[in-house]
């Protein structure tokens, strides 16, 4: 069973800058898609970026700009780089790693951006 364990969440003010981390258990980056969404206390998980297995990227429109996605395969990790954090990106950030034939989620990190 694959495990994804997200990191580098916390309080920062509106402005700041945060970097997220998601660490798989095992050598299962690579070939694999890796996705951030978040969710805000009482609305949908929505789809914040993504990177596929040739590095491709995609993000939301509330965050182009301002949110890097990245990946690491040697080190079986993927980042969201978040700089010019707003109140409205608070919200749990979950990690997602997903193929044709996978799927697979991380518990979630807070991130609470203040005004």
């Known amino acids: 069973q694959v495990q994804l364990v997200e990191s580098g969440g916390g309080l920062v003010q509106a402005g700041g800058s945060l970097r997220l981390s998601c660490a798989a258990s095992g050598s299962i980056f690579s070939g694999n898609n890796v996705a951030w969404y978040r969710q805000a206390p009482e609305k949908q998980r929505e789809l914040v970026a993504y990177i596929l297995s040739d590095g491709i990227t995609n993000y939301a429109g509330n965050v182009k700009g301002r949110f890097t996605i990245s990946r690491d395969n040697a080190k079986n990790t993927a980042y969201l780089q978040m700089d010019s954090l707003k109140p409205e990106d608070t919200a749990v950030y979950y990690c997602?790693?997903?193929?044709?034939?996978?799927?697979?989620w991380g518990q979630g990190t807070q991130v609470s951006v203040s005004s």
């Open positions: 997602n790693l997903w193929s044709a034939v996978r799927n697979y």
